[in-house]
């Protein structure tokens, strides 16, 4: 019989680690990863049969949950039509219309197919636009695996970052300013120092990778202030938050919140491409104007805005546009949220969780933490059996503490209860 162990022993002879992304290695929590065979629905079955509900969603893509009969029309009809043709599409037309439509902060928009590609992209592209190296990111904050964003804080204040992995050099590293996340007195220090040369400010607006951390609004506030005074652009990184907290992202919920706001470069990723490798980035035409075949920033992709990803992400975007879509979605997630504080108050458990849209977060903590420090002082043993409880339960949770949770317009109110259940028992 296939087991998980099996596969992952195989798989660990032949792919490092025995995945294609470190993460889904379960390295984290311990154990053995879960070898997928199919989803359905708010659903992923695993290669021994067994069913979880899926809080997932492929790290966030999966907003209508898996199969959506509309989005799977759309893909089989552009297979059938080819894979890639490496010309132009009306596709790609449809899809950067449809995401401008929904993003008024932006004017055109370049199809990539990875979030990586996509941020890495986009910092060039502000060099490019303002010819200035430095930029600043957040600790805690991922923006994919691009070498300058590979990047942890040095000692002290506003002190240049240090590379996170290896076979990152000094040199890559060295125009990358590290910052603590929602701390204005050090986001103002770093712009009184390095003002004049920095390119770009890149930050992800509610952090789904340490779990779920929003930028206060004083923070934003001061960030979109300080770009402006200094000429330098502010990107926001939604690959995670994109069409997944709301129909208009974050920024539409930050725009609420602080008059005027505006992001001066966006990227998505995941909910766009409902699956499929694709992702973007986008902003006003005068910036956009510096990319290639235009301007002097070079960009390109074999694959870019390829045909069948095009459809997937087009289908999925018309669904999400539904009457009531993000209404119910939200609700629904909310609903979970509140009952897993609910629970864990019935068993005198610290905990506090955050959501928006279909996006969730919950830390075993008595308040919701502002940056990456708090956030790590989780009592990760804790974490992992909670983890380890819920998926024997076939509840299917981020396999890391510092990871966001999705719902999707999947799953059922049944689901929802069965996974309050399952976190009644787990944290008994
Ligand atoms: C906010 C954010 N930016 C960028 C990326 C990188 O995207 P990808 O994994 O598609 O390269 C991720 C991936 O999780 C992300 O969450």
Not at 306 to 317: F, K, M, Q, Y
Not at 351 to 365: H, I, K, R, T, W
Request: hydrophobic share 45%.
């Amino acid at each position: 019989m296939v087991t998980n162990s099996l596969l992952f022993e195989r798989a660990a002879r032949v792919i490092p680690g025995g995945v294609n992304s470190p993460v889904r290695a379960f390295r984290a929590v311990g154990g053995t990863p879960r070898f997928i065979a199919r989803g359905e629905g708010a659903y992923i079955v695993d290669a021994e049969g067994k069913r979880y509900v899926d809080y997932i969603g492929s790290w966030g893509p999966m907003i209508l949950g898996h199969g959506h009969p509309a989005v799977l029309e759309a893909v089989m009809k552009a297979a059938t039509e080819g894979f890639s043709f490496g010309a132009p599409t009306e596709r790609e037309i449809e899809l950067a219309e449809e995401i401008l439509k929904l993003v008024p902060s932006m004017e055109q928009v370049r199809l990539v197919s990875s979030g990586t590609e996509a941020t890495m992209s986009a910092i060039r592209l502000a060099r490019g636009a303002t010819g200035r190296p430095k930029f600043i990111k957040f600790e805690g904050c991922y923006h994919g695996h691009t070498d300058a964003l590979l990047v942890k804080a040095g000692s002290g204040l506003a002190t240049f970052g240090h590379p996170t992995s290896a076979g990152v050099t000094p040199g890559a590293a060295a125009d990358t300013v590290v910052l603590e996340y929602n701390n204005v007195e050090q986001l103002e220090a770093a712009f009184a120092e390095h003002g004049p040369q920095l390119a770009c400010v890149i930050i992800e607006p509610i952090a789904g990778n340490m779990n779920f951390v929003r930028a206060s609004v004083p923070f934003m506030t001061a960030l979109r202030r300080l770009c402006t005074q200094h000429g330098a652009l502010l990107v926001l990184d939604e690959v995670m938050t994109g069409f997944r907290v709301a129909l208009g992202s974050a920024q539409s919920h930050y725009a609420k919140l602080i008059p005027g706001f505006a992001p001066d470069i966006s990227v998505f990723g995941k909910v766009i491409g409902g699956g499929m490798p694709l992702a973007a980035f986008g902003a006003k035409r005068d910036v956009m104007q510096h990319l290639a075949p235009l301007g002097g920033v070079y960009q390109a992709g074999t694959l870019s805005g390829n045909p069948v990803a095009t459809a997937c992400g087009l289908a999925t975007l018309r669904e999400i546009q539904k009457p009531g879509f993000f209404e119910s979605l939200s609700a629904k997630t909310r609903q979970l949220v509140d009952g897993l504080q609910a629970v864990a108050a019935e068993n005198g458990v610290p905990f506090s969780a955050d959501c928006e849209g279909g996006m969730f977060g919950f830390f075993l903590l008595p308040e919701l933490p502002q940056n990456y420090t708090t956030v790590m002082t989780t009592d990760k043993e804790r974490f992992n059996r909670f983890f380890h409880a819920m998926l024997d339960a076939g509840i299917y949770l981020a396999p890391a503490l510092y990871e966001a949770g999705f719902v999707s317009a999947a799953h059922s109110q049944a689901d929802i209860e069965a996974t309050l259940a399952a976190a009644r028992t787990a944290l008994r």
